[in-house]
């Protein structure tokens, strides 16, 4: 019989745990908050995060290994639980739920409605009391502009607040209205009530009531130009030009009576991109952008989920819209509509663009996306100033000579102990070296330190053996250089690459991958290339034979090369890996006869790999739904062959 799977000690009692909806925390043993969920059956959720270690994702386990408890609280329905688990979030910011990084850059139009006299303004002040607020646009320009032309149409108050009471204690008009470019009573042209009126109409227009203003306007053109008015007509004309300026600013993207918010997301591995369209009168009224960390694996819909809470926790009331447009529905959608119907007052959709229009503009939204995540993973590293200063900073942190042009990474990958790969990616002067990255299988190991001594003796070992081979391989090392590397660097593969001499390697992990990677250095007698390790949990940097760890600042950017470094080699033992096991399990159970594609990812998600499937007994493999004793006897048979290959 097969050992029973290791899981945490925490682990709550079989029946502790109640069926009623509710919300979780996961603390460490300092009683800090990790990571704060909801579930309608809290037995039902918390099992998956109990179950085998090894089917768990890495950064779940991660999580689930470094909490000491877990927590309920039971709530009577599923949407006190969505509000619960808002509220709890905001407060503990828990390190393992998502974090978000929201555009600050991106200005607003306001009208501050809670002065006597309403003013408009540039800001990037989200939380002036009373203001009602437009946006947000991509640049300052845009917003002066669209003011600009707006208050030819409604001349409401532009000028200071010093201004407006200087201009109303002396009875003289403010400067801006002595050139035309404040329209409120400080000019001495309208009361306080008929400008509180004009404002009004300011709002409604911007709200999307174009339609209404340019059918009056056009029909009071019409009735001066028939009463021979031409001066009046021409006023009339000129503010119905400034109509059309503004509206060609914001295209009709759908039906003009739709008020709705469009959500495109681009994510991978590590972090997730945000567009926020604000449709109001069917025309896109401002962009927001978010950019959203991940710690755990989660669903489009579970993104979606959060997006959603994130968007609306704090809204009021008017800024929640008919309509809410996103790429995937979240599983608790119809809770979310009735959160949010209850924050606005009025019903609310929530729905994915599937076809037409809307789908045209999801698409445009997401392409942005895409573009964003892209430009947040390349911005900082494209910057030639900051790669320089973070070779810079990290040769004084590390106290080496010179700065590490030349930089290489490993991580160390598995799936339960089995299904061992390495992988190890080049950086050169701050940028990635794909072409030169390179992956390995480990046969028989012990644990992570002992992959990482083999692995790295056998790259050291080319060091001393400059005439690597054509194919760019050696002993060990699979032929996989990343697959996103474009044609013409995977000609270069042709080339020696494993002889060029790295200043630094950074090993994925803390003091004891360090040390076992410095014994590698030793053991091969590569003394002079330097060594450091980034463990992921506090972000520290470990050097061998250092009793504690190096601590670099959180926005240097030593740390932050440091953390690309480790995120891409995780990302890229984590592709190989997937590849392997998805070409294993394909090649070796497809043959079965019976034996689907449903039920070949059930046995990979249970064993975890076709090694630990090959050692399991008949009558284990016919526990799992689905398959009964004639099944698993064929797939015990079948990979009982010699002929039929393994995981490695």
Known sequence: MARPAPTVPYKPRPGEIPTNPGVYRFRDANGRVLYVGKAKNLRARLSNYFAPLHTLHERTRRMVTTAASVEWTV?????????????????????????????????????????????????????????????????????????????????????????????????????????????????????????????????????????????????????????????????????????????????????????????????????????????????????????????????????????IQRTYGNAAGADIPRQVLVPAMPEDAADLEEWLRARRGKAVSIQVAQRGRKAELMKTASLNAQQALMLHKTRRTSDYVARSQALTDLQEALGLAEAPLRIECFDVSHLGGTNVVASMVVFEDGLPRKDQYRSFGVAETTDDTDSLHQVLMRRLAYLDRPEEPSSGAGPGIDVAPDPTADEEVVTARRRPRFAYRPQLLVVDGGKPQVEAAARALRDSGHDEIALCGIAKRLEEVWLPGEEYPVILPRTSEALYLLQRLRDEAHRFAISHQRRRRRRDIQSVLAEVPGLGAARIKALLRHFGSVSALRKATPDEIAELPGVGPKLAAAIHAHLAQPSAPSDE
């Not at 003011?147 to 149409?153: A, E, P, S």
């Not at 021409?234 to 400034?242: F, G, H, P, S, T």
């Open 75 to 307: 709530v009577a329905t599923d949407v006190d639980s969505l509000q619960l688990e808002y509220q709890w979030i905001k407060e503990f910011d828990p390190p393992f739920n998502v974090r978000y990084k929201d555009d600050k850059s991106y200005p607003f139009m306001a009208i501050t409605l809670a002065d006597e006299a309403p003013r408009v303004i540039v800001t990037r002040n989200r939380r002036i009391s009373g203001a009602k607020y437009f946006g947000p646009y991509p640049k300052v320009w845009a917003v002066h502009d669209t003011i600009d032309l707006m208050i030819r149409v409604f001349p409401i108050r532009t000028c200071s607040d010093a201004s407006y009471k200087k201009a109303m204690a002396t009875g003289r008009p403010c400067f801006p209205g002595q050139i035309g470019r404040c329209g409120g009573p400080c000019s001495m042209k309208v009361t306080i009530e008929e400008h509180r009126a004009i404002v009004d109409d300011f709002i409604a227009f911007m709200a999307g009531g174009d339609q209404r203003f340019t059918r009056e306007l056009t029909a009071r053109m019409r009735e001066a130009s028939a009463a021979m008015d031409y001066e009046a007509a021409a006023v009339y004309r000129d503010k119905l030009q400034a109509i059309d300026a503004v509206l060609n600013k914001s295209a009709l993207v759908l039906a003009a009576d739709t008020d709705a918010d469009l959500f495109g997301i681009a994510e991978d591995e590590l972090a997730a991109t945000v567009q926020h369209f604000v449709i109001r009168g069917g025309r896109v009224r401002g962009v927001r952008a978010t950019t959203i960390e991940k710690e755990l694996d989660i669903t489009g819909g579970e993104l979606v989920d959060q997006v």
